[in-house]
């Protein structure tokens, strides 16, 4: 079973406003990490975070650790159309690799 | 630099029929990754190589799954026989130091498969 969970499952906002989608788990990681996944295609990796880190920065994303509560987040600024896609958080540990289902972004222009 | 390349990207089968996917990982990449993907869900792992060595295969259904990396490189997945439930996306990705490492997975375009 699936143990990372993103929320919300599907968000819509308008070009140049923020999306925040969070990544739930429930066991201990090294690092969790965020992807993007456009329509039809694979996976690109967008950001890892390890579990001694808080925050972390690349381009309009911040991703945020909350280890004490088993959460993170992925914070996109200034969204744009192309930003449209599935986001997964991934994590890995003593347990086998898991993604969550996903948060489905859409970006309207 | 070329990618991870799976081919066929798409297979229309009948059940019971088999069926093998392949996935030729980035030059260098120790570790290759088979996921299984369904409609609106996040990839499952299937089955884990660090270099020729199945080191996690606990999800793989292996009464009708098997796989193999026998050089360390490239990997096939097969499925004998097929059953409507198959019906997915096969995601191969691979990584040079494993995800264990904090080492990035690079993911092939997926080959999609319909069991009719």
């Known amino acids: 079973s699936q143990q990372g969970e993103e929320d919300p499952q599907a968000l819509s906002i308008q070009e140049g406003e923020n999306a925040t989608m969070n990544c739930s788990y429930k066991?201990?990681?090294?690092?969790l990490q965020w992807y993007r996944q456009n329509s039809g295609r694979g996976l690109v990796h967008l950001i890892l975070?390890?579990?001694?880190?808080r925050e972390k920065h690349s381009g309009r994303l911040r991703v945020t650790l909350d280890t004490s509560k088993k959460s993170s987040s992925l914070l996109i600024t200034a969204s744009r159309a192309a930003d449209t896609a599935s986001y997964f958080c991934?994590?890995?540990?003593?347990?086998?690799?898991?993604f969550g289902k996903g948060t489905r972004l859409s970006v309207i222009a | 630099e070329a990618g991870v390349v799976q081919s066929p990207r798409y297979k229309i089968i009948e059940k019971k029929q088999p069926v093998a996917f392949w996935c030729n990982p980035i030059?260098?990449?120790?570790?290759l990754y088979w996921y299984r993907q369904n409609l609106g869900q996040g990839p499952e792992l299937l089955i884990r190589?660090?270099?020729?060595?199945?080191?996690?295969d606990s999800q793989l259904p292996k009464d009708r799954f098997s796989a193999e990396r026998l050089k360390g490189v490239d990997s096939t997945l097969k499925i004998q026989p097929a059953e409507l439930g198959d019906s997915a996306v096969y995601l191969c990705?691979?990584?040079?130091?494993?995800?264990?490492?904090?080492?990035?997975?690079?993911f092939g375009p997926g080959t999609r498969l319909t069991v009719l």
């Open positions: 990705a691979s990584s040079s130091l494993g995800t264990l490492a904090g080492d990035e997975q690079f």
């Open positions: 066991t201990s990681i090294n690092n």
């Open positions: 975070i390890r579990s001694n880190e």
């Open positions: 991934s994590h890995s540990g003593n347990t086998p690799l898991v």
């Open positions: 030059s260098g990449h120790n570790t």
């Open positions: 190589y660090e270099n020729e060595e199945a080191v996690d």
